[in-house]
Nanobody
C-alpha cells in the first residue's frame, strides 16, 4: 500500500523552530521530487519549497529563504522541512507532495502523492 505520512507541526512561539517530516511507504522517495505547500486561513495554497529527484532545491516564497530548508534521508525514506526563525505569517496548514518528475512543480495538482497536512501555528 502506498502511503505518504506527515508528522511534526504544532504551536511554536515567534522565532522558534519546527521540523516537519514526510515518510513514504510503498515507493522509494529518493526517486521523486517532493514539494512542501502551505495554506493559510482565507488564502490560496502556495508552494513553499521543493527538492527535485536530483536534489536541487527550489524556493517559491522569498520570505522563507534563509529560514526554511528541505532535505532527504534515503535510509528513512523521508523528506524533511526544517523551519527556523518562524514568524506569525508562517502560520498555515503545511502539506507535502511527491511527484514522479525530475523537476519541481509549483502546482500542487501536478503531484502524484500527497501528505495529510499538518497545522503549524506561530504565536506567542
Amino acid at each position: 500500500q502506498l502511503q505518504f505520512v506527515q508528522s511534526g507541526g504544532g504551536l511554536v512561539q515567534p522565532g522558534g523552530s519546527l521540523r516537519l517530516s514526510c515518510a513514504a511507504s510503498g515507493f522509494t522517495l529518493d526517486y521523486y521530487t517532493v514539494g512542501w505547500f502551505r495554506q493559510a486561513p482565507g488564502k490560496e495554497r502556495e508552494g513553499v519549497l521543493c527538492i527535485s529527484s536530483n536534489d536541487d532545491s527550489t524556493y517559491y516564497v522569498d520570505s522563507v529563504k534563509g529560514r526554511f530548508t528541505i532535505s532527504r534521508d534515503a535510509a528513512k525514506n523521508t523528506v524533511y522541512l526544517q523551519m527556523s526563525s518562524l514568524k506569525p505569517e508562517d502560520t498555515a496548514v503545511y502539506s507535502c507532495a511527491a511527484a514522479w518528475s525530475p523537476t519541481c512543480y509549483s502546482d500542487y495538482d501536478l503531484y502524484n502523492y500527497w501528505g495529510q497536512g499538518t497545522q503549524v501555528t506561530v504565536s506567542s
